[in-house]
Structures are given as structure tokens and as C-alpha cells.
T-cell receptor, first 112, second 113 residues
């Protein structure tokens, strides 16, 4: 089992729709979870982080965490063509060695 | 200063060359990382330094040799690379606390010919 799993997509949504991105992780002791956005040829940039169970909202983005199910998701409301990118889920593993592991990433296309 | 700076931005090297990638941050972060990223793949963890000591080596071939001379600098020494080592090499840093995000540099695009 991979440590962090995502559906690689591509996920295609029309402009203005909600995009839903999902991620599962294997280390039950993990405490912190991140969503990064990466445009082609660029480095990852942080979109959201979440540490506690439940929802966390920031503008058009909502991160959801369920530690019992080892599941974290990202919702993008009112999707824009500029949101088209690869979204990477990252988990700080509870190893004491500062190990941050990325999922395979989900490619999102927002159609105008 | 909230940046992680990587040099060079692009590097082309032959299989017999020796080169180094450099990474610098002045945010006081005590955990620094090297990731390798191939096209359409996620960043793959190579090395982690915490408090200037190598804490994680993800079974990386010895032709890649990391070095952390001080708390602000991280190097990756390259020797006898193969064409399949061509990739984007990303440096990242974060505070030495597990509940924090990593800040990434812009990467070095490496081509091995």
C-alpha cells in the first residue's frame, strides 16, 4: 500500500462548478496534512493545511479531514480555468524524522 | 525573507561530470529536503536533514551525495549520473516541528546527456 494515495485523474469540471479532490494515507499516527498546487514546470505551492478533524475553509477552498477513515479532501468552489493544475496531497508522517510524503497528484482541468 | 533559493535553475551535464546543486534559506528552518520529480509524477523524497544531520535517506544511489554545511545551506553533489536521472530537483525547508508545511524552492531542471 502506498503511503499517500490520490486518484491521478484527470478530473474535468466546467467553470463555476465544485471540484472535489480526495486523498487517503496509511500512517494512522499522521497529524498534519497539506494540499499543494503545482503548475507544469513549476514548484509546488501551498493551498491549504489541516490538522484537526472536520472542515477548514479559506476563500473558495475547503479542506476536510477524517482521521478515523484516514481520509483528507479538498473542495474548490466556483472553479476557474486558472485552477487547472495538478493538486498534490502531502502528509507529515509520524516518524519523528520530519518525513513529508506526497501523493501522486490529481490533474484538474476546468473548462471555460 | 520567506524564500528558498535554488541554483542553478537549469543544468546540463555529461555522465562523467561532477556538479553540485545548491539550496539556501534564511527562515531559520532546521529541516531541509531534497526531492526528485519526473514529468507527470509527484515529488519523490530523496534526503532529509534535520538540525544539519542526515535523518532520512530514501535508498538513493550513491551517485547523489547530500551535504548540509550549516543551517541555511543544503547541497546535492552529483557524480556519474545516468540519463534517467534527468528530472526537476526540488529543495524544501520547514521548521523543525512536524505540524508545519514545507516551503519549496523553484527547482533545478537537470538534464544528463
Amino acid at each position: 500500500q502506498k503511503e499517500v494515495e490520490q486518484n491521478s485523474g484527470p478530473l474535468s469540471v466546467p467553470e463555476g462548478a465544485i471540484a472535489s479532490l480526495n486523498c487517503t494515507y496509511s500512517d494512522r499516527g499522521s497529524q498534519s496534512f497539506f494540499w499543494y498546487r503545482q503548475y507544469s514546470g513549476k514548484s509546488p505551492e501551498l493551498i491549504m493545511f489541516i490538522y484537526s478533524n472536520g472542515d477548514k475553509e479559506d476563500g473558495r477552498f475547503t479542506a476536510q479531514l477524517n482521521k478515523a477513515s484516514q481520509y483528507v479532501s479538498l473542495l474548490i468552489r466556483d472553479s476557474q480555468p486558472s485552477d487547472s493544475a495538478t493538486y498534490l496531497c502531502a502528509v507529515n508522517m509520524d516518524t519523528g524524522g520530519f518525513k513529508t510524503i506526497f501523493g501522486a497528484g490529481t490533474r484538474l482541468f476546468v473548462k471555460a | 525573507d520567506t524564500e528558498v533559493t535554488q541554483t542553478p535553475k537549469h543544468l546540463v551535464m555529461g555522465m562523467t561530470n561532477k556538479k553540485s546543486l545548491k539550496c539556501e534559506q534564511h527562515m531559520g528552518h532546521r529541516a531541509m529536503y531534497w526531492y526528485k520529480q519526473k514529468a507527470k509524477k509527484p515529488p519523490e523524497l530523496m534526503f532529509v536533514y534535520s538540525y544539519e544531520k542526515l535523518s532520512i535517506n530514501e535508498s538513493v544511489p550513491s551517485r547523489f551525495s547530500p551535504e548540509c554545511p550549516n543551517s541555511s545551506l543544503l547541497n546535492l553533489h552529483l557524480h556519474a549520473l545516468q540519463p534517467e536521472d534527468s528530472a526537476l530537483y526540488l529543495c524544501a525547508s520547514r521548521p523543525a516541528d512536524r505540524d508545519t508545511e514545507a516551503f519549496f524552492g523553484q527547482g533545478t531542471r537537470l538534464t544528463v546527456v
